[in-house]
């Protein structure tokens, strides 16, 4: 840390003194204005290394680092949804361009966060290490010496007494030490150093520790993590392999051939109850799945209740049940009245709090038309688990399965799955499919309920809705690193509380035998930064010290009148001697705040 005197540059050897004695309080590396003119390519080099590991410019670092987040947050990712970022491009033609050559459809990964990312771990490690170093140098060592004047420091009391000046030093040894502070005897030897507060910069230290050990948490996060999603009906079953996810997104150094966990589950059995009146209608109130699964290939079969924020957690990996809702039981015939669908559940995503439900039914295989053609068929899928009526609107007014209803619009043709091109199985192409005219010459739909059949147009065939199946969504993840992350957030609070609540000091104690025979005791205090605690403290310890081992001075025989004794020469001898130490504060000029 660098020293501060009263002047611009210390120009006598008391001041020197001073500087001395508040030095080291802290680990901060001395700074040195570079000679300009002599410097060279090492000297540039040493420059840049010293601004880099400054902890300004790992604070900057880390700033950058927050507002390159932002965008992250605001702009759709690829790693994340993949098809909001597509629909994104194709809504803003001018924006998407510049958005990839920046790199905001992929902030984490790309080159400008990384480099930031890259510069803070090693600014953060070039501040590290060395002041680590430094520190436990200064733990090794001896406290400074006691400066000459110990009147000039920021906190200083003195009294005489009649006890000898080894006496007070050894009582004021073992006083400190009691204290908890580090202490010694002065090499000088007429004195006592004591210094306090090392959690200080243990806690300063940690805490920078602490961010190091987050960011190589997250990074290794995210490098081998990965995240699955997976709709499951009620009786079926899952295996953690790649080809069994709807959806799958890993890290750059993730193989999922090799790296998924083996483990397999069946859910059992999804039940969700819900506040039937009052403000929160509708608010889940139970929202739980029962599954049954295996780890490893030839595990025993164990049961598990999945609920919200209560994940299955398997060999690392975790099973959160994320999604729920409803699948139509269907049963689809030809033209010649041929079942092509048997009681098949059609999954449907929901759309609100009460699970409006919309998706399609494809009928790609085994469908002969009228004609005896063959031909794929096609429905628009709009389903209310709680349907209000006739005149009501088409949306659910309950989550709960009360009065489900199904709304079927139907479609003759290719379906494109035959294509070779991935489409959503939610969602039908219409590019090659033709609609089914109703009587009205409009598109053909109706609305069934469980029991009903709907019969198409021309004899082509028909589709019962025959009931419903619940499915629940599961989420399955694997983020390893996030125990250490945890633990260095954890230890970054301590450390930052330490650094911010404990206060590096010190304290000596000087005991002379004066000109009279009488020992005169000093105390001073110095701290890092200007605070009543270290006036207050070194009070108590005078205190202590006073009661303990070094009384007032007897008193001194009666002088002579004051008319027959020669003039006293001016000076600050002549001062009354306190009955009792008395602490005050006084400007330090040359001492290190």
Same mark, same amino acid.
């Given at each position: ?21 508040? +030095? ?158 580090? @202490? ?196 628009? @899928? ?148 200007? +605070? ?62």
């Amino acid at each position: 840390m660098s020293k501060t005197t009263t002047g611009t540059t210390p120009t006598t050897d008391e001041e020197q003194d001073l500087g001395a004695a508040g +030095s080291q309080l802290s680990t901060a590396p001395k700074e040195e204005a570079p000679n300009l003119p002599s410097l060279g390519v090492t000297g540039w080099a040493r420059w840049f290394w010293r601004q880099l590991t400054s902890m300004r410019v790992a604070l900057l670092l880390l700033l950058l680092l927050s507002l390159g987040a932002i965008p992250g947050s605001l702009i759709p990712q690829d790693g994340v949804d993949a098809l909001k970022v597509e629909e994104f491009r194709d809504n803003h033609d001018i924006l998407a361009p510049v958005y990839d050559k920046l790199g905001l459809f992929h902030v984490y990964s790309s080159v400008w966060f990384s480099a930031i990312y890259i510069l803070l771990f090693v600014s953060l490690i070039g501040c590290i290490v060395p002041r680590t170093w430094q520190f436990v140098g200064q733990l090794r060592g001896r406290p400074p010496r006691a400066p000459r004047r110990l009147d000039r420091l920021p906190a200083y009391t003195t009294w005489r007494t009649g006890a000898e000046p080894e006496e007070v030093r050894e009582a004021a040894l073992k006083l400190l030490k009691q204290r908890r502070f580090r @202490a010694d005897a002065d090499a000088a030897g007429d004195a006592v150093t004591a210094e306090k507060g090392y959690l200080r910069e243990v806690g300063n230290l940690a805490f920078h520790i602490a961010l190091i050990v987050m960011l190589i948490a997250f990074a290794w996060g995210q490098l081998f993590k990965y995240e699955g999603n997976k709709l499951i009906l009620e009786g079926d079953g899952f295996s953690n392999t790649l080809t069994q996810y709807d959806d799958f997104k890993s890290g750059n150094l993730f193989d999922a051939a090799h790296d998924l966990a083996p483990f397999s589950f069946t859910l059992k059995d999804f039940r969700g109850t819900y506040e039937a009146t009052g403000p929160n209608r509708g608010t889940p109130r139970v929202y739980e799945a029962k599954v049954t699964y295996n780890e490893g290939a030839h595990g025993a079969e164990k049961s598990k209740t999945i609920e919200v924020n209560k994940p299955l957690d398997i060999d690392g990996s975790k099973v959160y049940l994320v999604s729920h809702g409803y699948a139509p039981i269907l049963t689809v015939k030809d033209a010649k009245g041929d079942v092509v669908m048997d009681k098949q559940a059609v999954a449907l995503l929901p759309l609100d709090a009460n699970v409006t439900s919309s998706g399609a039914v494809k009928v790609m295989d085994g469908y002969r038309n009228a004609k005896g053609e063959k031909e794929q068929l096609g429905f628009n @899928a709009f389903f209310l688990p709680t349907y209000g009526g006739k005149g009501s609107a088409m949306l659910s007014s309950f989550p709960a399965l009360i009065n489900p209803m199904l709304a079927l619009s139907a479609y003759h043709g290719d379906l494109g799955v035959d294509a070779g091109i991935p489409q959503s199985i939610y969602q039908l192409d219409k590019t090659n499919l033709e609609e089914f005219k109703g009587s009205d010459g409009k598109l053909f739909k109706k609305q069934l309920k469980v029991g009903e059949t709907m019969t198409l147009p021309n004899g082509a065939g028909s589709v019962t809705f025959n009931g419903v199946q619940e499915w629940a969504g599961f989420q399955v993840t694997q983020q390893p690193g996030s125990g250490w992350a945890l633990g260095g957030a954890v230890v970054a609070i301590l450390g930052l509380a330490g650094s911010l609540f404990i206060q590096r000091r010190r304290v000596w104690v000087r005991a002379v035998r004066g000109a009279d025979g009488v020992t005169v005791v000093e105390m001073a205090g110095l701290g890092r930064s200007e +605070s009543a605690k270290v006036p207050e403290e070194l009070g108590a310890l005078a205190g202590a010290l006073y009661d303990r081992a070094a009384p007032d001075a007897p008193e001194a025989p009666e002088a002579p009148d004051a008319s027959d004794a020669p003039e006293a020469p001016d000076g600050p001898e002549n001062d009354d001697t306190p009955d009792s130490p008395d602490t005050h504060v006084v400007p330090a000029e040359g001492a290190e705040k």
